[in-house]
């Protein structure tokens, strides 16, 4: 879907394209039309379990941790990969990033990444992706 980007016109897809093929996440679903504006980039994506447990197991030994505590390190850590997102973004891009949930039988976590030009502000970038968070399950 093409999106307005500040002064330019952005391509949901050829956005996606480089994600998958760049990093570690995959995309679930393209959100952007789904986000009912026409100058925001939103996609639904999961990461990897592996991904996750082999960036943690450098800092701590996973059966030491709980599983709340479990599910704080893959929150924390996707939410910190997914920002990587920003290497394939046009410079004036904003990102706003939401894990929703952990899924042990997919073995990932999922998130909401909602992207837009700086000119719209992180509120209102927040309150969109609250909105986003909505149509996920």
């Known amino acids: 879907m093409y999106v307005a980007f500040g002064n330019k016109i952005v ?5 996606k394209e480089k994600i998958e093929a760049n990093t570690e996440m995959k995309i679930i679903k393209d959100m952007t039309k789904g986000s009912k504006r026409e100058d925001i980039i939103a996609y639904n994506i999961s990461i990897d379990l592996d991904v996750l447990n082999d960036e943690i197991k450098d800092t701590c030994n996973l059966d030491d941790l709980t599983e709340d505590e479990l599910f704080e390190e893959y929150v924390a ?6 920002i990587e997102i920003e290497d394939y ?3 004036e891009a904003i990102i ?4 929703y949930k952990w ?3 997919d073995n ?4 909401v990444v909602a992207i837009a ?8 970038l927040r309150d969109i992706i609250k909105r986003l968070l909505t149509q996920v399950n």
């Open 117 to 124: 030009h700086d000119e719209l502000g992180e509120v209102k």
């Open 11 to 15: 391509d949901s897809t050829e956005i």
């Open 77 to 82: 850590l996707g939410e910190e990969l997914a």
């Open 108 to 111: 990932d976590i999922k998130l």
């Open 103 to 105: 899924e042990p039988s």
């Open 89 to 91: 973004l046009p410079e």
């Open 96 to 99: 706003e990033i939401r894990t």
